[in-house]
């Protein structure tokens, strides 16, 4: 599996995603874990780290686990697919704070540029 984390501007969500039998890749299974539970916080927080250091408003990261137990970034995007994340039950804060309930990440996008203007 690994583990897809999405930072929006202050916002973050995440899922796991697992792999098809007999394939080694993630991405496009549709085998998707939306518990929060799932997802190693550090991956969150390292997402939001890099994200404010670069000054992105907008990414995705794809995280693995190292031999060492330590998250690893292994693909950046910009753009992602939004209907596999509508099932998320929440997202988190810069803090790290669980905020459960519905989201739209479309509606951030379209906040944080209102913001700037």
């Known amino acids: 599996s690994d583990i897809r984390v999405i930072v929006i501007n202050s916002r973050a969500f ?17 085998l998707i874990d939306y518990s929060p539970e799932s997802i190693d916080l550090r991956c969150v927080e390292l997402a939001f780290e890099v ?15 190292g031999a060492d137990g330590e998250p690893v970034i292994i693909e950046m995007s910009y753009g992602f697919a939004p209907l596999p994340y509508r099932d998320c039950p929440g997202f988190w804060d810069e ?15 379209v906040e944080g540029l209102l913001d700037k203007l």
Request: hydrophobic share 35%; with cysteine; aromatic share 22%.
């Open 51 to 65: 994200s404010r250091r670069a000054g992105f408003t907008c990414m995705g990261y794809d995280f693995v686990f």
């Open 95 to 109: 803090s790290l704070i669980w905020h459960p309930g519905e989201f739209y990440p479309e509606d951030w996008m």
């Open 14 to 30: 995440a899922i796991r995603r697992y792999v098809r039998p007999g394939d080694f890749r993630a991405s496009g299974s549709g």
